[in-house]
């Protein structure tokens, strides 16, 4: 005899709820067998940006057998419909002053973040895949040289996922237009650029040296005579058990300045552009079968409270719990009058 009243109380509370929220819309998760997106979009869409991540996983996973791909942080994607959306995730982001960003990716042990912009997807995904790729070497490897670690990150950024196929390195990152106009940096010299290394803070030079590091890793991937990343594979192994890395890049790849004649005649050449097709067949995931649904009014403003906290924008975190409460508060405290 009950059941009828508190149906229909439940109903008007759903009600309530979603008035007092205003605008505000409850966001899509998908979930695949390694990532979580949400999003203000369709299920379609979550669907295919979850299918490419978990194609990017399954390319490191194949060329890297023995890696850990799974931290303890699980990584939860914000999948934004659009600029609105992608500011309303990052405000503080966007009150700085230069270019806006397509993709972001936040690390760290506990949670793990990604945003990206589906109206930007073919510019933004290479932002966060190399981040991605990123927080794979960092699970897995000691230590590895800035080149090395930036070079590597942009080359599977890159990536392109086409017909149930993986291209590795087919595609330049738009950087590396600065190296055919310009001298390149020694192999000697970039190697030892650190964080503190002007190459790397210096506006004229950054770029260089993301594009060289880039070169020189696809060029230690698929030159003649590297024997499909054999040799750069020997080259990590020994810097992992401590050995000096001059001395370990000269032991693998011989004199410096040969190199340096090697590296030069690759990229001026173009070899690159018919070497770097690097395809390997993916693993086959039916994104139609990822599940979904759509989050509450409260689950959403606790996902999105969650990764303003995450992002250090603790202002926006306490607004939108601050709303959920007078939320719950002006929508609940009366029915309970009216109920008594």
């Given at each position: 005899m009950h059941c009828r009243p508190i149906r229909l109380l439940g109903s008007l509370l759903v009600v309530l709820l979603t008035e007092a929220v205003g605008s505000q819309k409850p966001w899509v998760e998908v979930t695949s067998p390694h990532f979580r997106v949400l999003t203000d979009s369709s299920r379609t869409d979550a669907r295919h940006v979850a299918h490419e991540f978990e194609q990017m996983r399954s390319a490191l996973a194949d060329v890297y057998p023995e890696f850990r791909l799974d931290g303890g942080a699980p990584l939860v994607i914000f999948a934004a419909h659009d600029e609105a959306t992608a500011k309303s995730l990052l405000p503080l982001i966007w009150k700085e002053k230069?270019?806006?960003?397509v993709g972001e990716f936040f690390h760290g042990w506990e949670k793990r973040y990604a945003m990206v912009r589906l109206d930007e997807w073919d510019h933004g995904a290479p932002v966060v895949y190399h981040e991605y790729t990123h927080s794979i070497l960092y699970l897995n490897l000691h230590w590895l040289p800035?080149?090395?670690s930036e070079g590597m990150a942009n080359l599977y950024g890159f990536s392109?996922?086409?017909?149930?196929?993986?291209?590795?390195?087919?595609v330049p990152p738009s950087f590396t237009e600065v190296m055919p106009s310009s001298s390149l940096i020694p192999i000697e010299t970039l190697i030892g650029v650190d964080s503190r290394s002007p190459y790397y803070h210096n506006e004229d030079k950054v770029y260089q040296f993301y594009a060289e590091s880039w070169a020189l890793v696809h060029f230690m991937m698929f030159?003649?005579?590297?024997?499909?990343g054999t040799r750069l594979n020997q080259f990590s192994t020994l810097l992992q058990q401590g050995m000096e890395q001059k001395k370990a890049f000269q032991q693998v790849f011989g004199d410096?300045?040969?190199?340096d004649v090697a590296l030069g005649n690759y990229i001026h050449q173009f070899a690159f552009q018919q070497a770097g097709v690097f395809v390997r067949k993916s693993t086959q995931f039916d994104e139609k079968t990822f599940p979904s649904r759509t989050l509450s009014i409260a689950e959403t403003e606790a996902e999105l409270a969650s990764f303003h906290l995450w992002t250090d924008d603790v202002a926006g975190a306490k607004s939108i719990a601050e709303q959920a409460v007078r939320m719950i508060q002006s929508s609940v405290l009366p029915m309970r009058s009216w109920v008594s």
């Open positions: 230069g270019a806006k960003p800035l080149w090395l392109r996922f086409e017909n149930g196929k993986i291209f590795v390195g087919a030159g003649p005579g590297m024997n499909r410096f300045k040969e190199m």
